[in-house]
């Protein structure tokens, strides 16, 4: 259980801050550790046997199995190392916390009716789009079916959008209740996202309902799938809304919201989206269209034309030596003398003599 908790941890510290290290490794793995230390058996063996971690890291984690756990409140600060992981009921974020996504097309299946709707919300504030522009983002709202088919279809149509639009994929809970196995149709999903960044809620139900196969064990079944493909696709982000879920939202069928479970709900996944996608960070994707310019491909145009051209080797015709006074040549380095060429004498045609008057 522990080895499970601390390898999701780890996966989703290596995805979403790379670049934090060994400190956010270790708060994540710690965090993991110290949620499943209740249930761990006395002879657990060392839970980081099959994680690549620095010795130094796994010795501190190791040693964690040996503590009794008692509630402390340093969890919630651990958790709170890693992005993503802290968005529990004890971990709100501040009230001008932004997203980096420009603007968000929400991807809704049947029980999100009435998320944007004034009316089914406690207030006008409450309603989706209003707390997505909360957190910074402008929203399309889209209820696009309760098969991961139909949400598969309505994403593949918004893949030309901008990179800074992020996909919210608030569905998956009429396929729960199915109790299918979810991975292919949430593959699909992610296939036809393209590089934007995905965040995924995870899904829930109230403890009772009257609806068959809407059950918390089917639900988290559900959940494990999404969880489990964001350790492939790096632009996917799970918001835990399940973990915030109160049967207090729901109405009397356990499985649609009421007024008070909408906006609750709402609000839960606006600030999700500003915690997997904060401002002043890289979306998924962004990097990769800036790594290549027009002037980068021209250069390599031209570099392909160089070599593709055949090249006539220059010939260069010997210098003709100067012929320089020996009085000059011996100021030049080394005193080197250069040889006279001999001037070629000129023939000479003897001149013919005047015929004399007496031999007339």
């Not at 993991?32 to 690549?52: I, K, R």
């Not at 756990?69 to 009230?95: E, I, M, R, W, Y």
Request: aromatic share 2%; with cysteine; net charge negative.
């Amino acid at each position: 259980m522990i080895t499970k908790k601390l390898t999701h941890a780890l996966n989703a510290a290596r995805r979403i801050t790379p670049r934090r290290g060994a400190a956010v490794l270790a708060g994540a793995a710690i965090a993991a550790g110290l949620t499943g230390l209740a249930a761990a058996p006395a002879h657990a063996s060392p839970v980081t046997d099959s994680l690549n971690l620095p010795p130094e890291i796994s010795e501190q984690i190791d040693k964690l199995q040996d503590l009794p756990t008692n509630g402390s409140s340093d969890l919630s600060s651990l958790l709170d190392l890693v992005p993503g992981l802290g968005q529990g009921k004890d971990s709100p974020l501040p009230a001008n916390a932004k997203t980096q996504c420009a603007s968000v097309v929400h991807f809704g299946d049947s029980t999100w009716t009435g998320a944007d709707d004034v009316a089914k919300v406690t207030a006008a504030d409450d309603t989706l789009t209003t707390q997505y522009k909360r957190v910074g983002a402008t929203a399309e709202i889209k209820h696009a079916g309760n098969t991961l088919s139909d949400i598969a279809t309505a994403v593949k149509q918004e893949q030309s959008n901008a990179k800074d639009t992020c996909f919210v994929i608030a569905a998956g809970t009429k396929t729960a209740s199915t109790g299918a196995n979810a991975a292919s149709g949430i593959e699909s999903v992610l296939t036809a996202a393209g590089d934007h960044a995905v965040l995924w809620p995870t899904v829930a139900v109230a403890d009772k309902t009257t609806l068959t196969g809407y059950t918390d064990s089917n639900m988290r079944s559900f959940n494990d799938a999404p969880k489990a493909a964001a350790v492939k696709h790096s632009n996917l982000r799970i918001a835990d809304l399940a973990a915030k879920t109160d049967d207090t939202w729901f109405s009397a069928d356990g499985v649609d919201l009421n007024a008070t479970g909408l906006a609750d709900r709402n609000r839960s996944l606006a600030d999700g989206l500003a915690t997997a996608f904060p401002k002043g960070t890289s979306l998924p994707g962004e990097d990769d269209t800036t790594a290549t310019t027009p002037d980068t491909d021209k250069s390599k145009q031209d570099e392909k034309k160089t070599e593709t051209k055949p090249t006539t080797p220059k010939t260069t015709t010997p210098a003709t030596p100067n012929i320089l006074p020996p009085e000059v040549q011996k100021l030049l380095p080394g005193g080197q003398t250069t040889p006279k060429t001999p001037a070629t004498p000129t023939p000479t045609t003897p001149a013919t003599p005047a015929p004399s008057a007496t031999q007339e």
